[in-house]
């Protein structure tokens, strides 16, 4: 069994940047790829960035691409994604997620952290 912890996220004005992490803990755990999806009000979950359990290997929704950067600390067990350049389409409840590498689908959620970004 995998836990994971967000923490970070809040107000940001457009243009802003924000960083939200997320910690890992349970058996196994720094063996998994990690990442974050998000979902907005009336809308499904979608992936927004991975990592692979090394950190070497990383891929990003279009969405966010040269906007977003996410990293890995393997000693803490944790990630980190920090957001630039934020538009308030980027609102939506974040959630860290934990599953095999290139992470399609999450084996494990975290509870999720709100980011919303005011125009």
């Known amino acids: 069994q995998v836990q994971l912890v967000e923490s970070g996220g809040g107000l940001v004005q457009a243009g802003g940047s924000l960083r939200i992490s997320c910690a890992a803990s349970?058996?196994?755990?720094?063996?998994?790829?990690m990442g974050w999806f998000r979902q907005a009000p009336g809308k499904e979950r979608e992936f927004v960035a991975a990592?692979?359990?090394?950190?070497?290997?990383?891929h990003y929704a279009d969405s966010v691409k040269a906007r977003f950067s996410i990293s890995r600390d393997r000693i803490k067990n944790e990630v980190s994604l920090q957001m630039n350049s934020l538009k308030p389409e980027d609102t939506a409840v974040y959630y860290c997620?934990?599953?095999?590498?290139?992470?399609?689908?999450?084996?494990?959620w975290g509870q999720g952290t709100q980011v919303t970004v005011s125009s």
């Open positions: 997620a934990a599953a095999p590498w290139p992470l399609k689908r999450a084996d494990y």
């Open positions: 349970g058996r196994h755990s720094g063996t998994y790829a």
């Open positions: 990592i692979s359990w090394s950190g070497g290997n990383t």
